[in-house]
């Protein structure tokens, strides 16, 4: 069958479930973007676009310009007023119709593009690899993915952020291996794109440089007899890498001409970023020092410093895979054991946080960083990223230098966020994650392909044990879970995880299992496998995943994370099924709700307030609304009954919760 015929099949599913509950939830964020009671940045931008005001054109710090031109589109079919029909200084009313209208235009043009995106992603990856079915299971993996499916359905900086950023290392790697001035073209274009969605593109303008090092650095074989060839290669890299940082910043200026009318507010949205002025001017004199040696030493001077590294180059490459394989790894295992190893429980992985983060030790953080993008991958989608991970670590695999510049870019990140003092949340990650599907596919790839005759014997037993245990610990873990309670729970994970002689127990297990799996997997014939029935099982697995948790995509946690923790709230999710719960009540429109956070508000046809400080003398409430993700507290008295009246957990995890309570009158 066609790999374009199952990439449109594949599109289809990620169209039926996207459209499903597509109206029916307000997130965090989007009420700063949409038609609402004073804060519409879309239509604030095309204002001021339209009234020459450039200056007003800076809608954000994010700065979401990219937004205005996606979701603004909503603008040629709406009069963009709000849904609000009712209100004074403490409650609102709202016309659930208009809001479910004024969410499916502004989120439909997100949905549409990041599904027929897919259609680049197919094709630049195929450029790439060289091989179409790695790039049919990259995008599979994407468009099915809980978490990129989920942030297509919503209005925010992050639902682009994603595509254009993966899309700037994408083209840029390509056009490094491609020699192509298109790809170039791309990268500018995609780097603008990036700017005009959030700040932290900029990430890339240092990557790309180290990426060009890379690159020379692994292919330096090939141009040992060719160093005529090498000067001119490097010397156009190193151009165009200035005329590409270049473009894009003109770009980013021309979608936000604020930057034209003060140039404090280009500074701040290119180099001005937080941390990055000296790390961008180190990077351009040291490109200028590239093509200083390249245009009067012929390049000698790369070329020399090159080679002195190439001893290190498998130990940089082992370096590198361990710390990323080595830390996923301990993540899960650490949770399973319920954070018996480190004890990291009271850690908000829900919220991002300045405060006391940067007080945790180093190494802690690190750790700490990966528990969000971990958790939030499908169980297929994280055991093959751990897999090519291991490969690497062990043996030689066919893209070697495409893994290893995906893979640095996981450390840079993460040690960017943590310079920052961030804890990143999926939201804050998501970049990471088409990243981590191309990945996943190279695994697939290596995993199904002709057993190499110098694949490791050792790649074998290790990944047998690494994958043992987790089974192991993760049953464990369920038993626990479902059967332990109380003191025989807490007696569970004191005796077990941390009695030495029970765990040096558990490692006999797994390596018993271990030992059976590699006598008995038949690994000689994984390579007879159709790579149609690779790309079914994927697709399969992925849809099971989006099924279990639908309607709740974004919100997406697999089961390796036991049920006690989460790492992503509601973020809005549920307040559509509990304002349905209200509104079927008697006399529901003058009925009056407190509500702690957004989401529920927008869909009830009643009064619905949402102040810390309340006259409930005239205003009496009776029901309140809380969540997980309260944004407001109560400065008044909250007379109600202590159960509450109607409960929903997302996605089946206590922590997550929102609940309604009834008053007492």
């Given at each position: 069958m066609?790999?374009?015929?199952l ?7 990620y169209f039926?479930?996207g459209f ?18 004073g ?5 604030e ?6 009234e020459?005001?450039w200056?007003?054109t ?5 700065p979401?310009?990219?937004l205005a ?5 909503a603008?040629l079919?709406?009069?963009a007023?709000g ?10 009313r709202?016309?659930p119709?208009?809001?479910k ?10 949905l549409l ?5 897919s259609?680049?992603?197919f094709?630049?990856i195929?450029?790439?690899?060289k ?7 990259s ?6 993915s809980?978490?990129l499916?989920?942030?297509?359905q919503i ?5 682009l952020?994603?595509?254009f950023?993966?899309?700037?290392l ?6 490094l291996?491609e ?6 073209i791309l990268?500018?274009l995609?780097f ?22 890379i690159?020379?650095f692994f292919e ?7 160093r005529l060839e ?13 005329g590409?940082?270049?473009s ?15 140039l404090?507010f ?14 961008f ?6 490109n200028?020092?590239v ?5 009067f030493?012929?390049g000698r001077g790369?070329?020399y410093s ?7 180059k498998k130990?940089i490459s ?10 996923v790894f301990?993540?899960i ?7 018996s190893i ?8 829900d919220?991002k946080?300045?405060d ?5 030790a180093?190494?802690?953080r690190?750790i700490i ?9 499908t169980?297929?989608a994280?055991f093959?990223?751990?897999f090519?991970?291991?490969?690497s ?6 893209l ?8 640095t870019f996981?450390l ?16 804050y990650s998501?970049?990471?994650?088409p990243?981590v599907?191309v990945?996943?596919a ?11 005759e110098t694949e490791?014997?050792?790649l074998?037993i290790?990944?047998s044990?690494?994958?043992?245990a987790?089974g192991?610990l ?18 569970f994970v004191n005796?077990?995880?941390?009695n ?5 127990a ?23 496998i ?6 079914s099982g ?9 099924y ?5 995509y ?32 008697p006399d529901a ?5 407190w509500?702690?956070?957004?989401g529920?508000c927008?869909f009830?046809?009643?009064k619905?307030?949402?102040k810390?400080?309340?006259?409930t ?5 009776d029901y309140y609304f809380?969540?997980?993700q309260a944004?407001?507290?109560m400065?008044f ?5 202590e159960?509450?009246?109607k409960t929903?957990l ?13 008053a007492?009158?």
């Amino acid at each position: 069958m066609s790999k374009r015929i199952l990439l449109g099949l594949v599109l289809g599913v990620y169209f039926i479930f996207g459209f499903y509950h597509l109206t029916n939830f307000i997130s965090a964020d989007e009420h700063f973007w949409l038609p609402n009671s004073g804060a519409e940045r879309i239509e604030e931008y095309w204002k001021a676009i339209r009234e020459g005001n450039w200056k007003n054109t800076r809608i954000n710090d994010k700065p979401g310009i990219t937004l205005a031109y996606t979701s603004g589109i909503a603008l040629l079919f709406d009069d963009a007023s709000g849904q609000i029909v009712e209100k004074d200084n403490t409650f609102k009313r709202f016309d659930p119709e208009r809001t479910k209208k004024i969410n499916f235009l502004y989120r439909l043009p997100i949905l549409l593009l990041s599904g027929f995106f897919s259609l680049f992603f197919f094709w630049i990856i195929k450029k790439i690899t060289k091989d179409g079915w790695i790039a049919l299971w990259s995008v599979t993996g994407m468009l099915l993915s809980p978490v990129l499916l989920g942030i297509s359905q919503i209005v925010n900086p992050d639902s682009l952020f994603w595509i254009f950023g993966s899309s700037t290392l994408f083209s840029f790697y390509a056009f490094l291996q491609e020699r192509q001035k298109k790809f170039a073209i791309l990268t500018a274009l995609f780097f603008g794109l990036g700017l005009a969605s959030k700040y932290v593109t900029i990430i890339f303008l240092p990557f790309f440089f180290l990426m060009m090092l890379i690159f020379y650095f692994f292919e330096l074989e090939t141009w040992r007899e060719k160093r005529l060839e090498f000067q001119k290669f490097v010397l156009g890299n190193s151009l165009s890498y200035l005329g590409i940082i270049l473009s894009g910043f003109l770009l980013f200026a021309v979608l936000m001409p604020a930057s034209f009318v003060e140039l404090e507010f280009f500074y701040l949205g290119t180099i001005g970023f937080p941390g990055m002025a000296p790390i961008f001017w180190a990077t351009m004199v040291l490109n200028l020092a590239v093509i200083a040696d390249a245009w009067f030493f012929k390049g000698r001077g790369l070329f020399y410093s090159l080679e002195k590294l190439r001893p290190f180059k498998k130990h940089i490459s082992k370096i590198v895979y361990f710390i990323l394989g080595g830390t996923v790894f301990f993540v899960i295992i650490n949770w399973l054991t319920r954070n018996s190893i480190i004890d990291l429980s009271d850690i908000p992985f829900d919220t991002k946080r300045r405060d006391s983060f940067s007080e945790i030790a180093y190494y802690r953080r690190f750790i700490i960083e990966f528990v969000p993008l971990v958790f939030s991958l499908t169980p297929v989608a994280l055991f093959a990223l751990l897999f090519v991970w291991l490969k690497s670590f062990f043996c030689e695999i066919r893209l070697k230098t495409f893994v290893f510049v995906l893979s640095t870019f996981f450390l840079v990140f993460y040690v960017a966020v943590i310079e920052q003092g961030l804890l990143v949340t999926v939201r804050y990650s998501i970049v990471l994650f088409p990243f981590v599907m191309v990945l996943g596919a190279i695994a697939l790839s290596e995993f199904f392909s002709k057993k190499n005759e110098t694949e490791s014997r050792w790649l074998k037993i290790v990944s047998s044990i690494i994958f043992s245990a987790i089974g192991i610990l993760f049953i464990l873990s369920q038993i626990q879970q479902t059967y332990f309670d109380g003191p025989l729970k807490k007696l569970f994970v004191n005796r077990v995880f941390r009695n030495p002689l029970s765990i040096i127990a558990i490692i006999f297990v797994i390596w018993l299992i271990a030992k059976l799996v590699r006598k008995y997997a038949h690994w000689q014939r994984r390579e007879k496998i159709s790579r149609v029935w690779i790309f079914s099982g994927l697709a399969l697995l992925n849809v099971i995943s989006l099924y279990l948790c639908a309607p709740f995509y974004f919100s997406y946690t697999n089961r390796l994370l036991p049920k006690s923790y989460i790492i992503s709230g509601a973020w809005g999710y549920g307040g559509y099924e509990m304002a349905q719960y209200l509104n079927a009540l008697p006399d529901a429109k003058n009925l009056i709700v407190w509500a702690d956070s957004y989401g529920l508000c927008e869909f009830f046809v009643g009064k619905c307030i949402h102040k810390e400080k309340v006259d409930t003398v005239k205003y009496p409430i009776d029901y309140y609304f809380q969540s997980l993700q309260a944004t407001i507290g109560m400065r008044f008295p909250n007379p109600k009954e202590e159960d509450s009246t109607k409960t929903i957990l997302i996605n089946d995890r206590p922590k997550s919760f929102l609940k309604l309570y009834k008053a007492l009158k």
